[in-house]
């Protein structure tokens, strides 16, 4: 049954809005004390307040009782890369004992490493360790996804990932934004033919994306050895006359003008940041392109973290996620990601929480739909064991989701 009261919540955190909250926004979270929330058919029909009537036939709905916890938005993980073949432990290590990625690439590491073991997957195996950290990201609070192929690099390969993503965003309740990412990077059968490789990408592999609708968005990996922004400006320019959203991975390892040209071509999001200009991140403020920013992505390669503040305080839209990939950020750990954002990237919880949710939500083109608690979007929620939000970082690194609801249907672990 989709339909179903959450009732007397100790707070009802909406995050209410239907597009990207800006800067000192971010910090509003229209919370509502004692309130009730009211999902029919999937969708929120009612947000009451204290001692406000409820308007429906209760025996018509799954009543859950909340007093002492607060109901926020399903959290909205906007950048990952979750449909993916073997591990990479070892290079952890590595990395820990001082080897320089360029070390690790030299071992047949990296991105070649996992493009290997993606290849040799089967789709069934794919499939079966996709849901399971769709599981695990669910019992989180995170009841959407964005997804990212990339571990391909070849045709056959980039359409089995997003044929994964699609068939688990059928089967599994979690909702999938698919994202096409053919330039991830150079595969090795390609190397010192990269324009090459980009026309392959758009000539063969984007048609056939675009005509079975295998994904909503594209990225590329724009950064100093990786695709420069004159082949990003060709790749994303190329991705829009197929009719896809525009995402890019800029400004990671070095400054390079990555959140420029996501400023210039009115990307979705630009994302990683790390080494992003003053420039670039007014230009991204200035055409309201989203700041996805990835603290377990800096957090695990030890570098320094993106200027969240210096975001915020530009009027930027920020969002976080969890980048969720098996090289440098094997956790989709939302617990973490509250607790490095405020601790060490110094947001406020409220402006945390609005990243991973409405900002979220606005990185993969779904705030009219999702991120809040509003009358008309999907019911989707994170109900927690507390009776505040500040818990969500305060509580250090500790799971504190009591009930998930998508789609107003409690979903069962």
Avoid at 69 to 82: I, M, N, Q, R, Y
Avoid at 299 to 316: G, K, Q, V, W
Avoid at 327 to 350: D, H, N, R, V
Wanted: net charge negative; hydrophobic share 40%; aromatic share 8%.
């Amino acid at each position: 049954m989709n339909n179903i009261i959450i009732k007397n919540a100790s707070q009802v955190v909406t995050c209410s809005g239907f597009a990207g909250k800006r800067g000192k926004e971010m910090n509003n979270l229209h919370v509502i004390e004692n309130g009730t929330v009211i999902v029919t058919d999937g969708v929120i029909s009612h947000v009451l307040k204290q001692g406000e009537a409820i308007p429906v036939n209760e025996s018509d709905y799954k009543v859950i009782s909340a007093e002492g916890k607060a109901l926020l938005p399903g959290f909205v993980d906007s950048h990952t890369h979750f449909v993916f073949g073997g591990y990479r432990e070892e290079e952890f290590s590595w990395r820990m004992r001082g080897d320089s990625y360029m070390d690790i690439m030299n071992r047949g590491g990296g991105i070649v490493n996992t493009t290997r073991a993606t290849r040799e997957a089967s789709e069934d195996e794919l499939y079966a360790s996709g849901k399971m950290r769709l599981d695990a990201m669910m019992k989180l609070g995170i009841t959407t996804v964005e997804g990212k192929s990339g571990y391909g690099l070849d045709k056959e390969t980039e359409l089995k990932q997003l044929r994964v993503m699609r068939r688990l965003n059928d089967e599994h309740p979690m909702d999938i934004v698919s994202t096409y990412m053919g330039a991830h990077a150079t595969p090795a059968e390609w190397k010192g033919r990269e324009e090459e490789f980009l026309d392959f990408n758009i000539n063969e592999v984007m048609p056939v994306v675009a005509k079975e609708k295998l994904a909503e968005c594209a990225d590329i990996f724009c950064e100093k050895n990786v695709f420069s922004i004159e082949q990003s400006r060709r790749y994303l320019n190329a991705a829009r006359e197929y009719g896809f959203k525009l995402k890019i991975h800029a400004d990671e390892i070095v400054q390079f003008g990555g959140a420029e040209l996501a400023a210039e071509l009115g990307c979705l999001s630009a994302d990683h940041l790390l080494q992003a200009s003053d420039e670039g991140i007014k230009a991204m403020a200035k055409v309201g392109v989203v700041a996805t920013i990835l603290p377990l992505t800096a957090f695990s390669l030890r570098e320094e973290f993106a200027r969240a503040r210096t975001m915020i305080d530009s009027d930027c839209i920020v969002a976080l996620a969890t980048d969720l990939n098996p090289g440098s950020s094997f956790s989709a750990s939302a617990p973490l990601l509250f607790a490095l954002a405020c601790i060490y990237m110094k947001m406020s919880p409220e402006e945390a929480v609005s990243a991973f949710t409405i900002n979220g939500a606005a990185a993969v083109g779904k705030a009219d739909k999702i991120g809040s608690i509003d009358v008309g979007k999907q019911g989707d929620f994170v109900l927690l064991q507390y009776p505040s939000y500040k818990f969500l970082p305060y509580h250090v690194g500790m799971n504190i989701v009591d009930t998930v609801i998508k789609k107003g249907e409690v979903v069962n672990f």
